[in-house]
């Protein structure tokens, strides 16, 4: 479902006010007749949708019961009271997904990579379900699903055939999770996750909290296999605690060779665990996204999917306090979450998918330090919400 | 100015659902002829306000042009800027206090320790200029004000004197800054700030960055003073990030140093610096607060001064997901702030003052993580703020 339209008055991200023409959905060169429906943008920022690259659509608890966690610190702990939960709380992902995507769109998210979890106890149920919401929401948001062996794949006999069954319903990614401390054999759980791709065509996205050395060595074999499949531009690292662990020297050429191969990676900018170093990053050329993580779950209580505020996080994470780092930050969840997700039409140019949100303040530093909610949210030139209020036209959710 | 008020159904501290009954402006035991005036609570929690333990209230931007920060990341770069910006910026330390208490009366903030510049530029313009908004908000909120020599005190000469004459202009506490880095003398430093304190028997509060064995040293420096002076339970070390970098053996040692002399310690939970160990603190008995500290200014362009979101920081920094983490969170930025702030009447009790925010949520768990924002601010009986609608008979500010 596409629309003409014409924005007065918009900043492309923070840059000089112009008019943005979507004609059949893409921006288009100004000139000729112009669209007849117009908006004025009164001089806001204008940002192609925000990039939520990482999330978890079948788990977020948004208007359920609230869920009195007692969880200990632990992984595994953590791990078990999610499967746990999953069985007593009957979650359902089709709702659920429905939900969150519901209210990240007031932000401005528009496009979305979420894991979907996989094991032997709910099999496919919750990719069914986020699939089933992506179909409905389609005219909405675009949703990748990474089939997520949450519980671990090799441990628990079964999953792998599961994966696989889950890459033929329909999950345009291949999931991995940490290799040695869950899987407990690096080499053969990824041997496993990157045959499954090669089989399917299909891009890759490895939660990897391995930490220091161990997480290192995780790196270079999943730098190995890239390099091996030819998997150059598709494989993503989620997490990747390491890299903010290691000597300068480790660092920068681990990060270089992730960089030569390609792969980008995702981090949240979570307070407790190493930050990335994302000035080094930068430099080598590594790409970047950022992501949410799990919103209001039984993981962790907190969380609104706004990736603007995540800029922010990002900018805090990294004792970035100027106007430029904040930039970078916004750049990260938009263009750079864009180029890890490996979208094709992102930005303003002719062409380009007639995708924004503007967000009223006068630079991208004061939008990502203040978070304004009262964004106007346009995709493919159909304007889905209005200064922070949803279009009366949109389809009904749940 | 006090009000009787009866308060229906509200939950103290997330407990159970109680009315809650304020005469003469302070908590009364039920029974007898209820006040006229009543408000139902709708089962929300009741937190005592907020506390602010930690601002700079003459420094913040909000309502001003946006500053374009290009400062570099050292601390003496940022107070060179910071310096440069009252000069060139022209900020009314009268007008924007007042500005910021607007903003975070919303939240339910009701009391407030601010440190305010005194240094030989600005001599006490700062100092006058919050104390008189002090005053005209008297109704509204209490204020603590630390005379503060943000630009250093020994190596400016005069500033000494500055600081003796800010204490006679009504300041209610004496400020400290880095006794090594920035004075390089901390002896001299800490005894001329106690000095002054022990002559106005006024309390201490001190900005601590010192990192690591350094900021021990200076630590046990001012244990040994507060100790000397016999000023337990009067002096506050702010930030004291040095309390996370140290050897478990010494890092408890002293911690409970502290602890023995009544010293507090306030935290921001900023993601870029090392963590305070709050779960080691509390088993000490450690008082800890909290506070925002810069509100958008240029020292940093965010903060809304939310003490409930700032409880959501100290969470996430420390890695906490768990309910009873959350609620000690919760706990830190009201009762933890009352106690290192020294208020007295604090509280839920008969005879406390009749202070109150209402926060729709169901557990005080969830009160932190999703920091809901439609709350009614109470203070001594009168409804200052309804459903996060000011009352219309606030007095005007500016
Ligand atoms: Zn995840
Ligand atoms: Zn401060």
Redesign the interface.
């Known amino acids: 479902m596409t629309k003409d339209l014409l924005i007065r008055n918009a900043r492309p991200f923070g840059g000089e006010a112009v008019n943005l023409v979507i004609r059949g959905g893409r921006f288009s060169a100004a000139g000729g007749e112009p669209p007849a429906e117009a908006i004025d943008a009164a001089g806001h920022i204008a940002l192609p949708g925000l990039v939520e690259a990482h999330t978890h659509l079948d788990k977020t608890l948004i208007g359920m019961d ?1 869920f ?4 200990g ?1 632990t992984r595994n702990e953590r791990i078990l009271a999610d499967r746990k939960a999953k069985r007593d709380l009957g979650i359902d992902a089709r709702r659920q997904s429905a939900r969150q995507i519901a209210q990240t769109l007031k932000h401005g998210v528009l496009h979305i990579r979420s894991h979907v979890d996989v094991d032997t106890e709910i099999g496919l149920a919750n990719i069914e379900g986020v699939i089933e919401t992506r179909a409905a929401l389609r005219d909405l948001v675009d949703v990748q699903v990474v089939a997520f062996p949450q519980s671990g794949m090799l441990p628990r006999a079964g999953t792998l055939e599961l994966m696989d069954a889950a890459m033929k319903a329909g999950a345009d990614i291949v999931g991995g999770i940490d290799p040695a401390t869950i899987e407990r054999d690096p080499v053969r759980h990824l041997d496993a996750i990157f045959a499954l791709a090669d089989r399917h065509a299909k891009p890759i996205d490895i939660h990897l909290h391995e930490l220091g050395d161990l997480g290192a060595f995780c790196l270079e074999l999943i730098v190995e296999r890239t390099r091996a499949l030819a998997l150059q531009g598709r494989v993503m690292v989620s997490h990747a605690y390491c890299l903010g662990m290691l000597d300068p020297a480790r660092q920068r050429a681990l990060i270089e060779a992730l960089a030569a191969e390609r792969i980008s990676v995702m981090t949240v ?5 190493p ?1 990335l170093p994302l000035r080094l990053i930068r430099e080598c050329g590594l790409v970047v996204a950022s992501g949410s993580d799990g919103i ?1 779950g039984t ?4 969380g609104n999917g706004d990736m603007l505020e995540r800029a ?2 990002l900018a ?4 970035m ?4 780092d ?1 930039a970078e930050t916004a750049r990260i969840c938009t263009f750079g979450g864009a180029e890890g997700l490996g979208l094709s039409g992102y930005g303003f140019a002719e062409g380009d998918f007639g995708d924004l949100v503007l967000v009223p303040a ?2 991208l ?2 939008a ?3 978070t304004p909610q009262k964004r106007t949210v346009i995709r493919r030139g159909r304007v889905l919400v209005h200064d922070g209020v949803p279009a009366a036209d949109l389809p009904s959710i749940e």
Chains 1, 2 share one sequence.
């Open positions: 609230w009195e966690n007692g969880i610190p900018g979570s307070p407790a665990v930050a209001q993981w962790e209580p907190w922010k996080y805090q994470r990294n004792g306090t100027n106007d430029a904040l006068r630079t530093a004061e990502v330090a203040l």
